[in-house]
């Protein structure tokens, strides 16, 4: 496809909790007319939906207008939605988070919207968008791994994004690290999300409380079972022991889970995103310790640790990246 006009091309990258949307520069460069919303999937898919292709419409017109561009200036939109799907139908098969089943979702976009339109793995598309524009611009090889709500990863291998043979790869979070370990949300037993997600943090975190440890975190919380992740990293911060602990457990879990990835793949960067960074040094420093302890050292040097340079914005650039990519063949 030719791109004669085309200036901009706009990122949507729909979470479980929020989506976002942004219009980015055909060549790269920061989103422009971002927005964020909350998701509301208990609303429904239609509405999801609506409000997505809103989004999209509003953040057009917002640029078009700024930038004085015509509609022919809008190449099309890439999506970031969890998965797994199908890229080539534009199909989520299912994701447990918005509970959507073999659902046209780039298409519904497309047609409502009236522009081309690609759909991939939000993950992975924020890992591409770390390697294209963010921290991992420098390098070839390239591992994320999201910390939310879930943890996604997506691996960028030689400047290529690694899709595998049914668009299932990147899967991180689902890394068994312990064969009989607790039950994560996939079916499985031991993955890394079970320990290392934000809602698991937080069970954690309440399970070593009904010990009767000495914390803050029942005081910040207001009550035992309203802790978050985001309550242990406010009490790690004013030096609660127990908590720092709960974060220390989280490190090692991540150590182990990411330890396999070095050694499996051997990437030049290990971008890390989501709220749970907001921890900072006391995040990094063990987790860098327990890889150290565990992947091969030739590995493990060549491999830096970073967060997320992209301001939250890698979904929406790596969505745009994934759009480049499958309609011109390059980014
Ligand atoms: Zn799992």
Redesign the pocket.
């Known amino acids: 496809m030719s791109r004669s006009k085309a200036d901009w091309i706009v990122g949507v990258d729909i979470g479980g909790t929020n989506i976002k949307v942004g219009v980015v520069p055909f060549d790269g460069g920061t989103p422009l007319a971002v927005r964020v919303e909350r998701t509301e999937v208990q609303r429904g898919a239609k509405f999801v939906v609506d409000r997505v292709v809103k989004m999209i419409q509003d953040a057009i017109e917002e640029v078009a207008k700024a930038e004085g561009a015509g509609t022919d200036a809008f190449a099309g939109i890439g999506i970031g939605s969890p998965g797994p799907l199908d890229r080539r139908t534009g199909t989520v098969i299912s994701t447990p988070n918005l509970g959507w089943r073999n659902f046209p979702l780039r298409d519904l976009i497309r047609n409502a919207v009236g522009l081309p339109a690609t759909l991939d793995n939000d993950a992975n598309a924020a890992t591409y968008g770390e390697w294209w524009q963010g921290a991992g611009r420098d390098v070839d090889t390239v591992v994320g791994v999201t910390l939310g709500t879930g943890i996604g990863g997506g691996i960028v291998l030689n400047g290529v994004l690694h899709h595998g043979a049914s668009d299932a790869a990147g899967e991180l979070?689902?890394m068994t690290i312990d064969s009989t370990g607790r039950k994560?949300?996939?079916?499985?037993y031991g993955?890394?999300?079970?320990y290392a997600s934000g809602p698991a943090i937080a069970a954690r975190a309440i399970e070593g409380l009904e010990a009767e440890v000495p914390s803050l975190l029942p005081e910040l919380a207001g009550d035992p079972n309203s802790i978050t992740a985001e309550t242990v990293y406010d009490a790690v911060v004013q030096g609660d022991p127990y908590a720092t602990e709960v974060l220390h457990d989280t490190a090692k879990f991540l150590g182990v889970g990411l330890a396999n990835i070095i050694n499996i793949i051997n990437p030049d960067l290990l971008v890390i995103s989501g709220g749970v960074t907001k921890a900072g040094d006391h995040l990094f420093e063990p987790l860098r310790a327990e890889i150290r302890k565990r992947a091969f050292r030739v590995a493990e040097q060549a491999c830096k640790i970073v967060p997320s340079s992209l301001n939250g914005t890698a979904g929406i650039i790596g969505a745009v990246a994934c759009f480049k990519k499958e309609t011109y063949g390059s980014v």
Do not use: F
């Open positions: 979070g689902h994560c949300n996939c079916g499985n993955c890394l999300e079970a």
